[in-house]
């Protein structure tokens, strides 16, 4: 099951406040058979639904992973890191061989999915390298399937030891510093989705985000006619000014690019200044613009994870 879907099968289940609240509350229990009260405070959602059935989860998901300790330690490095295949396999401290198991059988299994890059590869047209070029390796990125399992890895799995006692504060000192920073990969990845029906007229080639040994953009998208759209999604809780727009533009003239359109997604909006440049060349959205991605209920509500 995609994303997608996913989040409108929660969303059709739960009817959270706005979409704000709709992203949060996916990004903690996204793919979870469950019914919540969205008007709650997140931390006693994370309590009730989580913390306190820890013991019954952890062996759903043992059974899931079948107790595999490299699974697990590439789902937890996964969760955190740049998602890049050498970096997970360096922080979950496992050799390629072993790693590239662990891969292979989340794969097999639906758990991660895989993000090929589109880093041309320079040594064809440039002989001559920088010292830190050519060390870069080109590397795909992987994604873990359902929020639920990256929110367990992210902020549960390190934990594990002090909420088998009961002791949760070193759980939540973590959820409460790190949940915004948590949110934005979801948030970006919902953002690619809604570029893609957003843009669905304009034949997509490719959509995903971009990157590079210099460079990384959230959303790039090239279109059969080889127009190119670039996007960056902010997760916070201030709103967008034109620094970001430049820093936007700085990363296309590094790639030597002149994007069709350059489009903004920000939770908490923009400054005046940018919705006064808003035209041709700049797009900006705000998250209850994600109200596209639910404007019709699916027939069936699917959920993937039948824990809980």
Same mark, same amino acid.
């Given at each position: 099951m995609d994303l997608l879907e996913q989040f409108r099968s929660f969303y059709f289940q739960n009817y959270p406040q706005d979409m704000e609240n709709a992203i949060e509350l996916f990004?903690?229990?996204?793919?979870?058979?469950i019914s919540i009260d969205t008007t709650a405070y997140v931390d006693s959602l994370v309590?009730?639904?989580?913390?306190?059935?820890?013991?019954?989860?952890?062996?759903?998901?043992?059974?899931?992973?079948?107790?595999?300790?490299?699974?697990?330690?590439?789902?937890? !490095?996964?969760?955190?890191?740049?998602?890049?295949?050498?970096?997970?396999?360096?922080? !979950?401290?496992? $050799? $390629?061989?072993?790693?590239?198991?662990?891969?292979?059988?989340?794969?097999?299994?639906?758990?991660?999915?895989?993000?090929?890059?589109?880093?041309?590869?320079?040594?064809?047209?440039?002989?001559?390298?920088?010292?830190?070029?050519?060390?870069?390796? &080109?590397?795909?990125?992987?994604? &873990?399937?359902?929020?639920?399992?990256?929110?367990?890895?992210?902020f549960i799995y390190p934990h594990r030891k002090e909420i088998e006692k009961k002791e949760y504060e070193p759980f939540f000192q973590q959820f409460h510093r790190e949940f915004s920073r948590?949110?934005?990969?979801?948030?970006?990845?919902?953002?690619?989705?809604?570029?893609?029906?957003?843009l669905q007229d304009k034949q997509i080639e490719s959509i995903g985000s971009y990157w590079d040994a210099n460079v990384e953009i959230d959303v790039y998208i090239v279109t059969k006619s080889a127009e190119i759209y670039v996007a960056e999604c902010k997760w916070t809780n201030h709103k967008i000014n034109k620094k970001e727009l430049n820093k936007l533009l700085e990363k296309c003239q590094q790639l030597n690019i002149t994007p069709a359109k350059v489009i903004l997604f920000s939770k908490r909006g923009f400054s005046k200044?940018?919705?006064?440049?808003?035209?041709?060349?700049?797009?900006?959205?705000?998250? $209850?613009?994600?109200?596209?991605?639910?404007?019709?209920?699916?027939q069936n509500l699917s959920f993937p994870l039948a824990f809980g």
């Amino acid at each position: 099951m995609d994303l997608l879907e996913q989040f409108r099968s929660f969303y059709f289940q739960n009817y959270p406040q706005d979409m704000e609240n709709a992203i949060e509350l996916f990004s903690i229990f996204g793919g979870l058979d469950i019914s919540i009260d969205t008007t709650a405070y997140v931390d006693s959602l994370v309590y009730e639904h989580i913390l306190s059935h820890y013991k019954s989860l952890n062996t759903q998901i043992e059974q899931l992973l079948e107790s595999k300790e490299d699974v697990e330690k590439v789902l937890f !490095a996964l969760s955190k890191g740049d998602r890049r295949i050498f970096s997970i396999f360096k922080k !979950a401290r496992l $050799n $390629n061989q072993n790693g590239g198991i662990a891969l292979g059988f989340l794969q097999q299994k639906g758990i991660i999915k895989i993000e090929h890059s589109r880093e041309e590869d320079k040594r064809k047209f440039k002989p001559k390298l920088k010292k830190e070029e050519a060390k870069h390796r &080109i590397s795909d990125k992987f994604f &873990i399937s359902y929020p639920f399992l990256r929110f367990w890895f992210y902020f549960i799995y390190p934990h594990r030891k002090e909420i088998e006692k009961k002791e949760y504060e070193p759980f939540f000192q973590q959820f409460h510093r790190e949940f915004s920073r948590y949110i934005s990969l979801v948030f970006e990845e919902l953002s690619s989705i809604f570029l893609d029906y957003y843009l669905q007229d304009k034949q997509i080639e490719s959509i995903g985000s971009y990157w590079d040994a210099n460079v990384e953009i959230d959303v790039y998208i090239v279109t059969k006619s080889a127009e190119i759209y670039v996007a960056e999604c902010k997760w916070t809780n201030h709103k967008i000014n034109k620094k970001e727009l430049n820093k936007l533009l700085e990363k296309c003239q590094q790639l030597n690019i002149t994007p069709a359109k350059v489009i903004l997604f920000s939770k908490r909006g923009f400054s005046k200044e940018l919705y006064q440049m808003q035209g041709k060349m700049l797009q900006l959205f705000d998250v $209850n613009d994600f109200v596209l991605l639910v404007r019709s209920k699916p027939q069936n509500l699917s959920f993937p994870l039948a824990f809980g």
